[in-house]
Structure formats: structure tokens, C-alpha cells
């Protein structure tokens, strides 16, 4: 049996260094173990729960449920009603920095008396390894598989059953019971599992504590909030980066073949998540984050990847699950990201982006930065004008994409204006010779007169919503005829349904099979571009119609389907949530993201 729920039916908890996915219907389908891109112990969100589930729900029938996070937390309280009975399954992973996470999850009784039952599956290596599971003298439950040791500390007895723990037990008003699943090495003591009710507070005032300290108004304080949330939960707190998604393999279109592994950090992600993060006050975030960009990039510039592992790692292989059936059917099941090893000559402009936006917004550089980014920009004058993959990682042939032309503007750019601004030693007559030559290539090569648009790559008639970034970066202004025509042009040639897609993959030569959802982000790219026209009320529309896709948790993936009418691709997806961030604040507030990279 495969699972049955969709990616919008779940909430993400997690503890800022690893996260799972809880299904609305009480089930954990999703978990990866110690961090983000390790070894899942549940994978029925690929599979089916014979790969690893959690599962507390009432034995009954006609079961009423509803569920939301408590306040400004990443705590998520499940309400069940059968019968006369109700009561509330609190969830929750309590942010601990020990190396050791735990995974609680709390019943507590509401009205009446109702009868629950527990279910956990215990895999490791992606679902595919059994694991040793024994009893220890105090009755907590220990699961042992080469290096990961899991430890189960409850009240409830509990029993093995077809290599499932079962058990069941009755909940009764004002009465709690307690589950805490416990990460740790095999080689190790077993470690002490934290205290159910302790940890629920201190969960709560983390969280409240942190949401607290953000910079937020306006009438979409409460989404602001929650993406924020999510991002924060998406951020591995002892190096600072922030992985694209906590999950791998969710299709961009169901039953199709575009599924990538994306628990890793994307340096293209790198100056909006900045200036999201600063816009709301979340220096040490911000620092953290530029930190960790610094530490990943740091080396040879030909060696440069276009995202890393959350400690900075770049051996990053892919391969296929072949015993997963993948979400819904869709295969192969990919761990690893082969695109890491691509030139995309984007993520140089993305790197001095972010760089400029930190000195810009008060992030004290470190003393070896202008050095890196010297070094970075020498690099590019050799390397500027040969084809790459380009911002949406193609796997066809390379080609001359605009978008990444552009960026390679960006960077000579604001390597220009650093130099400038702070008087920092740098060769700029050769800095603003090649810029204005790029410029020109970008402008005579990239953009189609025929058709009055700039284009996807030199020479194509193709559209490309990357292009909607155009005035933002500052390469040309928002009223010039041309970004005027290339707005235009999305908005009759890649809309569907009112949202964007990201190209037609059906014309492009991207060595993949067509069709994917709608790329989230390229619509709140529009919608940042409405706005600079001066189109407030179609911008606001946009956003909201992206608002309107989120679930009921708030949270939103990677693409949408309009014609499913579904949420695909990574969930939760960080950059989704940055984007809505910044184009709230567009539309909220004086000094606007979509402007602040081209005036600075």
C-alpha cells in the first residue's frame, strides 16, 4: 500500500538541524536523522509504510480532524473527535544543539474518553534497512543499525508485531500521555531523552522568543510569520546554511521523472534569502547565512559549486533508490544532485550579490572577503562567455543563457561598486571595460527584436521567467522598452492558470521529459515586477494567489499544478518562502527588496 496523502496535507516540525513531515491524518512519512541530508529513518512519503511511518491515531471510525501550529511556533497540534471522545496530538522536535535530536509527540485529552493507537515502523538507509530492535532494563525501546541507534521512551506498553511497535492505550480528559523518539551513535551510551513536558516548553518559548524579535507589519504580518518560520526551521544551525528543502524526490510533475534531491544549500538562493533575512531584523541569521556562503565557496574559483552540503560539502553524488516507488508513483528516487558539479555562471553574480547587500546592510566583513572576491571576479573574465546550464540546471547540452550573462554583470557590477563605495584596491578600468562589454553581448545577442522580448538563450525564441529579474538586478529599469516587452511577453507566453511557469519545457532542449507544475517563485517574480510598473492591484493579485495555494498550515512547495490543482516539487520550499517575504514587503513597505539591489 503506498501512502495516500498528498504534499499539501503536511506540516513540517523540526529543530534547526534536521525536520519531519506529519501527515494531517497523525502519521510521520518523512525524517531524516542526525541532519537534513542523512539517511531518512521514514521514507512512506516515497514509498510505502513498510519503509518506515509513525503512526497515532484513534481506533475508530467517522474521525473528525482539524490541526494547526500553536501560535508562533513549529509546534503542531493535531485534534481528533470520534464519538464523545476528543483529544490533541502535540508534535514537535525541541531545538537541543547536542548532537542528539529528539522527535516528541504528546496525546492530550480534551472531552470524553477516546481510544488511540501507536504504529511505528523503524527504517534506516531510505526505508531500506531493518532494524536490530531490543528492550533495555528501564522498558525504553532501542533500535540499532550500523551506525544510528534510536531510543523510544514511553508509558505505553508496548509490543513487536510483523518487525512493527504497536500498542494502544485510552485518553482520557486532562489526562497526557508521552512519546520520545531519541536520535544518537550505536557506538555510544545510549543518550537521555529529554523530558516531554520540559521540552514543550522550552520548544515554545524558543520559538515565540525568536518570532519575536522580527520586523514585521502590515496586513500580512501573520504569513511573514510563518514563512519566516519555516525558514528558520530550514536552516542548519551549526553552520549557518539553509537547504532548499528538507525532502528529496517530490516530483515537479506526477508520475514524471523530474525529481531532485534538494536537502542541500543553493548558492543562486544566496542575496534574496539575505535581504529577506535583514529586511526583518534577523542580523545574526544573515551573518550566519553569508558566513556559511564564504566558508562553502572558499578555494579554488574553477572549483566553485552551485550549492554545497549544509557543513559546506561538495561530493554531493547521485544515484537511484530502486527499492522506493517514489511520491505517487514517480520514479527513480534520487539521493545526491549530480547539477552540483555544473558551471552556471549565475551563482558568481549571486555570490558578489550577497557579499555587496551584507557590507551594504551593516554585516562587518571578515578580512580575507575582498580577497575572495577579486579572485572570484579574475576568475569570470576567463570563464564569462563559455555556455553553462544555466539557473534551472538543464541536463541538455550547454547553452549561452541570458539570465546567466546577466549575472555575470551583477558580479562585475557590484564588484565594481564595493571597490568604489569602500575604497578597496581593485583593477576597475579592466572590471568596468568587461562590464560594459557583457552588457552590450547581453543586450545585441539576448534579446529577439522580432519579437520584442529578451529570450532564454542566444539566439532561441524561447521565453524564460528568470528574465522578470532583470530590473531588480539593476542590468537594465524597470521602464526601459525592452523589460517592458519581456514582462509582456511572460505574461502571454509562460502563464498558466495565473501563475507562471519557469519555460515551456516542451520547446526547450533541457535533456529532460516536458512538463512540471508552475514555479512558485517566477510568479512572486511577476508580482515584484507589476509592482515597480506600477501595477499595484496585479501584483497584489499575484501574491495572493500564491497565498492561496499554501495549505493550511501556510506552508508551500516548489510548484503548483493548476490543472491537479496540487501542490509538487520540494516541500517545504525555502525559496518559495523567501519570495514570498520579500514581495509582502514590496507591496507593504517604502524601502522595497525589488529595488534594493539595483540601487545599490
Known sequence: MTTNHLIEEYALIGDCETAALVSRGGSIDWLCWPRFDSPSCFAALLGTPQHGRWLIEPVADDVRVSRQYRGRTLILETQFAAGDGTATLIDFMPPRGNNNSDLVRIVRGERGRLRMRTELILRFDYGRTVPWVNRLQDGTFRAIAGPDMVLLHTP???HGRDLTTVGEFEIAAGETVSFVLTHGASHLPPPQAAD????????????????????????WQEVLCRSLITLKALTYAPTGGIVAAPTTSLPEMIGGTRNWDYRYCWVRDATLTLLALMNVGYYDEASAWRDWLLRAA??????????????????????ELSWLPGYASSQPVRIGNAASRQLQLDVYGELMDALHQ?????????DSDWDLQCTLLNHLEQVWNQPDEGIWETRGPARQFTFSKVMVWVALDRGIRTAEHYGLEAPLENWK??????HEEVCARGFNRELGTFVQAFGSTELDASLLLLPTTGFLPIDDARVVGTIAAVERGL??????????????????????????PCTLWLADACMLLGRIDDAQRLFERVLAVANDVGLLAEEYDPRLRRLVGNFPQAFSH???????FNLAQASKPAEQRAAS
Open 358 to 366: 551584507a557590507r551594504r546592510g551593516g554585516l562587518a566583513p571578515r
Open 196 to 219: 516531554p513536558h520540559e521540552a514543550l516548553h522550552a520548544t515554545q518559548q524558543f520559538w515565540t522568543e525568536w518570532i519575536d524579535r522580527s520586523e514585521t507589519a502590515g496586513p
Open 433 to 438: 571595460r568587461l562590464r560594459r562589454a557583457v
Open 156 to 158: 505505553v506498553a508496548l
Open 495 to 520: 502563464m498558466d492558470d495565473g501563475f507562471v511557469l519557469r519555460y515551456r519545457t516542451e520547446q526547450s532542449p533541457d535533456g529532460l521529459p516536458p512538463g512540471e507544475g508552475a514555479f512558485l
Open 578 to 584: 523567501v519570495a514570498l517575504i520579500n514581495t509582502a
Open 298 to 319: 572558499a578555494g579554488a574559483p574553477s572549483q566553485m559549486q552551485i550549492m554545497y552540503g549544509v557543513a559546506g560539502e561538495r561530493r554531493l553524488f547521485e544515484c
